[in-house]
C-alpha cells in the first residue's frame, strides 16, 4: 500500500459563477469520479416542480434532500475506494464548518477547494453560461438570484480552515 492515499471526498465551495462545475469535472476527469454537484440533482429532479412563490422554503427543503443524498452516495465510492468530488453550494460558514467536523467524527478523509473570482467576473461568467446553456449550465440563474446568492456567500476563511487541508484557487478572467 506503499504510495497509496485513502479516497478522500473532495469538497468544493465558492460563490456563484466562480466556476465550481467547470473545477469539479476537470478534477473528476483526473480522479476517475463523477462530480456530484447539488444544482445539477436540483434542475433534474425538481426544476420543473418549482413554484412561483415562497422559492427558498421549496428551495432549503429540496436542497437539503439532495445534499443528504450526494453525502450518502459519495460516501458509497469512498467505502468502495474512490474518490469522490462533491459541490453542495454552501454558502454559509456554519454549514461548512457542520459538514467538515461530520466528516471529522467519521474519520473521513476530505479536502477543501476554494474557488473565488471577482464579484464582476463571475456576474459576467453566469451572465454567458445563461445564454450559452453550456456543458455547466442546469438552470437560469437570474441577475436577482446572482445578488442575493453573492450576498448570501460567506467568504471561506484562514480561521475555518485551520487544521483542514485547503486549496484555494482564484479564477481568472477567461475574457
Known amino acids: 500500500m506503499i504510495g497509496r ?7 468544493i465551495e465558492g460563490p456563484v459563477g466562480a466556476g465550481k462545475t467547470t473545477y469539479a469535472n476537470s478534477l473528476g476527469a483526473e480522479r476517475s469520479t463523477p462530480p456530484l454537484v447539488l ?3 436540483l434542475a433534474n429532479l ?14 432549503g427543503e429540496r436542497k437539503r434532500r439532495c ?5 450518502s452516495l459519495a460516501h458509497g465510492l469512498v ?3 474512490q474518490d469522490a468530488i462533491v459541490e453542495l453550494g454552501l454558502i454559509k460558514a456554519e454549514d461548512r464548518l457542520s ?3 461530520a466528516m ?10 476554494v474557488l473565488d473570482a471577482t464579484r464582476d467576473e463571475r456576474q459576467r461568467r453566469v451572465r454567458k453560461r445563461n445564454k450559452e446553456e453550456g456543458e455547466t449550465f442546469a438552470m437560469l440563474v437570474s441577475d436577482e438570484v446572482f445578488t442575493l446568492a453573492s450576498d ?3 467568504p471561506v476563511g484562514p480561521e475555518e480552515m485551520r487544521g483542514r487541508e485547503a486549496n484555494f484557487i482564484h479564477v481568472n478572467t477567461d475574457g
Open 46 to 59: 425538481f426544476l420543473a416542480d418549482r413554484p412561483e412563490t415562497d422559492l427558498w422554503a421549496w428551495y
Open 39 to 41: 444544482v445539477s440533482w
Open 152 to 154: 448570501l456567500w460567506e
Open 104 to 113: 471529522e467524527t467519521e474519520n473521513q478523509a476530505y479536502t477543501v477547494h
Open 5 to 11: 492515499t485513502l479516497p478522500t471526498i473532495h469538497i
Open 67 to 71: 445534499s443528504t443524498q450526494i453525502m
Open 79 to 81: 467505502k468502495h475506494g
Open 99 to 101: 459538514l467538515y467536523s
